[in-house]
């Protein structure tokens, strides 16, 4: 039988094809195939020592995947002309140019697959994380979106009347808007952080900061070259590093064979690191043959990365995340924009920037950020709208992420419209009530409504909300909704009883509700806390105990055990049977309940008093409230 040299087989991979591997004996395959990557000894893995192994690491046919297979997977899944291919002795392999596309890749230190995405499982740590993280992310858009509104529905209730001087204004729309701009950050990021760690193991670290190329277009003609490229793969690069000996294990060592054998599993309740594809799902790329291996998709996505300066992992964005990734980013980017304007506005309105033309005020200082802000809005939620289709009308009753995606696209268009109309060359055109005021006002709602379903869509463990489709698991209640709302049945035709046996969330509907409740009073506590802060010295009569000073205290006290509050809602899912502890549940309920109501009465009270001390007057700086 014809034999073929170590060095041949090497040539014979790297040439694509792995024919030759066919005809050796049987002491060469098992020389072949018991090879172990060799350790080095001493310093850090170079680019050239790294390639070097993987070129031989590509000899061992049947067994663990080769990593030519993996490459030309990855090219498919790319959406390249080449794929992975295999010879009739069983070995695999890849094009060429597949292997060529894929060297470039990993030194620029991407993974060699995609994570793969899939509805965790209940009760493990990947689950309570989606929970957490998508909870958090709902709430502080809500939160966010109520904030608006109260800012918005002040500044449109003075249409018909002179507005308030400087400081109530501040204090009703300026500051409402500022505050609930920051929650739309922290809502933007937590969804941009959960995207970037779809596919993290949970045994790494998180990452922070990950860049990924926008497209596929950006990939193929600058290559990651362009100054907006390289800026954000040194700022991701800090971030998105993992330690060394992650990368080391992969090889060498006993960990190689733990990271593609399909065999190998985790222990402790974590996912296994074997496939979550099957086997038809390779069968069915581009150029490849029947194959009976399985593909091993990490979720975690570690993989063999190297770069010329230190080992680090960079994030490959799976086109079902890539909308969440560049999503999320959009509403941070708008976030930060729509926040500069705002912050403009306080500051005019404080009389800190008076030596400033009123023009270059309103136009660069207030308008300009508010129209970016809108215009980065209007990207992120037409990605939403764009993943959900959510311009098939005949969606709108069989999936809820029709309603968030439309609900934050028309939010995000007339934030647009009333930016680009705060410009004091277009501002004459027509009332600022009906151009700028009216357009904010029901943008916040829309805003509201949008995260008031993503908090319902946490609910029935929809984790991905409206941007990662892949991970939302369509419970039994979820799919009953759905075919009522389909069939045109009403939904109160669902009794308790089918509640009880088709409800297989954690959090039950009265919890919900008072999820609800605890979002609002934590926002309206923090519209407290304004108040105490601006409008305290304009009381009539401040003496005794009265003061402002604990006024400030009183609101500040009163706003952090609504976030205690707020954050036990997250973890306490039921009323618990066992006595004294659902009465306390309840009575939190009713002290939260009875906190709301005080808190609109008190609105009403502080605008009130605040009048005469504080008196009435045109404001002269801002186009919002302004």
């Given at each position: 039988m014809e034999t073929i040299s170590e060095e041949e087989a090497q040539s014979s991979a790297e040439m694509g094809t792995t024919e030759g591997v066919g005809t050796t004996t049987t002491a060469d395959i098992e020389h072949i195939t018991n090879w172990q990557p060799k350790v080095f000894e001493e310093g850090p893995v170079t680019p050239e020592s790294a390639a070097e192994e993987l070129a031989r690491f590509r000899m061992r046919a049947g067994g663990d995947m080769s990593v030519d297979f993996r490459d030309g997977y990855r090219s498919w899944r790319l959406g390249r002309s080449t794929g992975a291919t295999e010879s009739t002795s069983g070995a695999v392999g890849c094009h060429p140019a597949a292997r060529f596309e894929a060297t470039i890749d990993r030194a620029e230190a991407t993974v060699a697959l995609y994570p793969r995405l899939a509805p965790a499982e209940r009760n493990t740590a990947r689950y309570w994380w989606r929970y957490t993280v998508s909870y958090w992310v709902a709430t502080s858009f809500m939160i966010g979106s109520v904030l608006f509104v109260v800012g918005a529905a002040f500044d449109y209730a003075h249409k018909h009347s002179d507005r308030p001087n400087a400081v109530r204004t501040s204090s009703t729309v300026q500051w409402p808007y500022f505050i609930g701009g920051i929650f739309f950050m922290v809502g933007s990021y937590l969804g941009f952080f959960a995207a970037i760690n779809l596919g993290r193991r949970e045994d790494s670290e998180p990452r922070f900061v990950v860049f990924a190329p926008p497209c596929y277009l950006c990939r193929l003609f600058c290559r990651r070259l362009c100054v907006f490229c390289y800026l954000m793969r040194r700022l991701a690069k800090r971030q998105s590093r993992v330690l060394a000996h992650e990368i080391s294990s992969g090889l060498h060592g006993d960990d190689s064979r733990a990271l593609l054998d399909p065999s190998s599993s985790t222990t402790n309740g974590r996912r296994s690191l074997s496939s979550s594809a099957t086997t038809s799902d390779i069968n069915t790329t581009r150029g490849g043959t029947d194959n009976t291996q399985e593909e091993q998709g990490i979720e975690g996505g570690n993989s063999i990365v190297v770069d010329r300066e230190e080992d680090f992992q960079e994030l490959d964005i799976e086109p079902e995340a890539w909308h969440s990734y560049w999503g999320y980013l959009s509403y941070l980017i708008g976030a930060v924009w729509f926040q500069l304007g705002i912050l403009a506005e306080i500051?005019?309105?404080?009389?800190?920037?008076?030596?400033?033309?009123?023009?270059?005020?309103?136009?660069?200082?207030?308008?300009?950020?508010?129209?970016?802000g809108g215009v980065f809005f209007v990207l992120g939620s037409m990605l939403a709208v764009e993943l959900n289709e959510s311009w098939r009308p005949s969606l709108a009753f069989t999936d809820v992420t029709w309603w968030v995606s439309n609900a934050d696209f028309i939010g995000s268009l007339l934030f647009l419209e009333a930016g680009i109309f705060s410009f004091s060359d277009i501002s004459g055109i027509a009332s600022d009530s009906l151009t700028i005021k009216l357009p904010y006002l029901i943008g916040s709602f829309g805003f509201l409504v949008a995260s008031t379903l993503e908090l319902f869509m946490w609910r029935v463990d929809l984790h991905g909300l409206s941007f990662v489709r892949a991970i939302n698991k369509s419970t039994k209640l979820y799919e009953l909704v759905r075919d009522l709302l389909k069939t045109g049945d009403p939904l109160l035709s669902i009794t308790s009883d089918t509640f009880q046996t088709q409800d297989v969330s954690g959090v039950s509907l009265n919890q919900l509700g008072f999820v609800f409740v605890v979002v609002l009073t934590y926002a309206f506590s923090i519209?407290?806390?304004?108040?105490?802060?601006?409008?305290?010295?304009?009381?009539?009569s401040p003496s005794g105990f009265w003061t402002s000073a604990y006024d400030i205290y009183d609101a500040a006290l009163q706003s952090l055990i609504c976030f205690a509050a707020l954050a036990l809602a997250s973890v306490v899912h039921t009323v618990p049977r066992q006595r004294p502890f659902g009465m306390l549940l309840w009575s939190l309920r009713v002290v939260m309940v009875f906190l709301l109501v005080r808190y609109v009465w008190k609105f009403?009270?502080?605008?009130?008093?605040?009048?005469?001390?504080?008196g009435q007057g045109r404001s002269k700086h801002g186009h919002r409230g302004g």
């Open positions: 500051l005019i309105s404080s009389e800190y920037i008076q030596a400033v033309p009123h023009s270059i005020k309103q136009n660069i200082l207030t308008a300009l950020p508010a129209t970016l519209i407290d806390l304004v108040f105490a802060v601006r409008l305290s010295p304009c009381r009539q009403v009270y502080a605008w009130k008093t605040s009048a005469h001390a504080c």
